[in-house]
């Protein structure tokens, strides 16, 4: 099972992107009980966190995207997003979500996010 992951592509240093990362309806647990959280992995290196929200909506950053990247989810939609405003090029990087709780954890598929200078 994977989450549904979208909204990637190419813009410039700057510019802003939305991305959206769906729960599938064949994950039958409540939505609020997951932490979502949106990690990115640019070549040749490690995937890591940007950025986290859990069902009572307290958020967690990466301190390289803090003031500029926000997270939120919308429970009625089992839908988190991730807002990304004044890219920079060394935000280049596929993006994964990632929905946790206790025992169980799932993936989005990536989406690319690429930022021109």
């Known amino acids: 099972v994977q989450l549904q992951a979208s909204g990637g592509g190419l813009v410039q240093a700057g510019g802003s992107l939305r991305l959206s990362c769906v729960l599938p309806?064949?994950?039958?647990?409540?939505?609020?009980?997951?932490?979502m959280s949106w990690y990115r992995q640019a070549p040749g290196k490690q995937r890591n966190l940007v950025a986290s929200?859990?069902?009572?909506?307290?958020?967690n950053y990466a301190d390289d995207v803090k003031g500029r990247f926000t997270i939120s989810r919308d429970n009625s939609k089992k839908t988190v997003y991730l807002y990304m405003n004044s890219l920079k090029p060394e935000d280049t990087a596929v993006y994964y979500c990632?929905?946790?709780?206790?025992?169980?954890?799932?993936w989005g598929q990536g989406t690319l996010v690429t930022v021109s200078s």
């Open positions: 929200i859990t069902g009572n909506r307290n958020t």
């Open positions: 990632n929905a946790a709780q206790s025992g169980e954890a799932y």
């Open positions: 309806r064949t994950i039958t647990s409540v939505f609020w009980g997951y932490t």
